[in-house]
């Protein structure tokens, strides 16, 4: 299939570059856009105040790849409109878009509304693509390894890596295919720590979690700064969740399918 793959985390993101091997050892071709830098937690914004910069660049994957200096939603509305080739003078047909591999989960209500990553496949489901999102669970730990002080993945976590872009090329098989024109649905994967190339797939909704108190009390020039807040998980028992999916050791498969909201 012909994809057009993106993130959040950046074009620099070793998380991505799994995914793009897998998709191009899958045998997709594939365009790759993302930002110049890291835009978590940026839900689905669009850069309006400012004029926003796109450029080619030679990552090594062998396929064409743009930088935006803009949120993931800037990307794969710039690289559809703007930067895909054509062919025979008419605009180059994407058969999907495949956001990710986050680093960290986007599991619940709580994330998936503010997550750049869910926010990137969401724009490609907004131009009437099949669309999927995929995001790595890591611990706290982890997580300020590889974001704070530049860590990269090893050891467990790399072969964990490395079996989620497996899933998430075989997802994308089995799903796009499937996935009519406009349906505007994102699939949500979101893969365990650790995950193995025999690791279950199961279907799961969004965590009804409260996240407060996710600012710290203001300095003395009066800002605040964001920290990671405690999780109050207030889900019924049933049906499976994301989060309890993941705790389960299972790969967790969301459809947010956006045509039911408002519907009883």
């Not at 794969?76 to 062919?87: D, E, G, K, S, W």
């Not at 649905?185 to 979690?209: E, K, Y």
Request: hydrophobic share 40%; aromatic share 6%; with cysteine.
């Amino acid at each position: 299939m012909r994809l057009l793959v993106t993130n959040d985390d950046g074009i620099g993101s070793l998380f991505l570059h799994e995914l793009i091997f897998a998709l191009k050892a899958a045998g997709h071709e594939l365009y790759v856009i993302a930002p110049v830098t890291e835009q978590s937690w940026t839900g689905a914004s669009k850069t309006r105040h400012r004029p926003v910069k796109s450029a080619a660049v030679d990552r090594g994957f062998g396929c064409p790849t743009w930088i935006v200096d803009g949120t993931p939603s800037d990307c794969v509305n710039i690289a559809i409109a703007h930067l895909l080739p054509t062919l025979a003078g008419a605009p180059l047909r994407l058969d999907g878009v495949v956001s990710g591999i986050n680093v960290g989960f986007n599991c619940s209500l709580g994330f998936v509304l503010a997550s750049g990553t869910v926010a990137g496949a969401w724009e490609g489901a907004l131009h009437g693509l099949p669309a999927l999102a995929v995001s790595q669970d890591v611990s706290e730990e982890v997580y300020n390894h590889l974001k704070e002080r530049g860590g990269a993945p090893e050891g467990e976590l790399l072969t964990t890596l490395k079996n989620t872009a497996a899933h998430a090329a075989r997802l994308v098989a089995e799903i796009f295919p499937a996935t009519p024109a406009n349906s505007f649905t994102v699939h949500n994967i979101n893969s365990p720590c650790p995950c193995a190339p025999d690791s279950p797939v199961r279907r799961t909704v969004p965590a009804q979690v409260q996240v407060p108190g996710l600012f710290s009390p203001a300095a003395d020039d009066g800002s605040h700064r964001l920290l990671w807040g405690k999780i109050h998980d207030v889900s019924p028992a049933e049906p499976l969740t994301d989060i309890k999916c993941l705790e389960q050791g299972a790969i967790s498969h969301t459809v947010l399918d956006y045509r039911r909201l408002g519907h009883d």
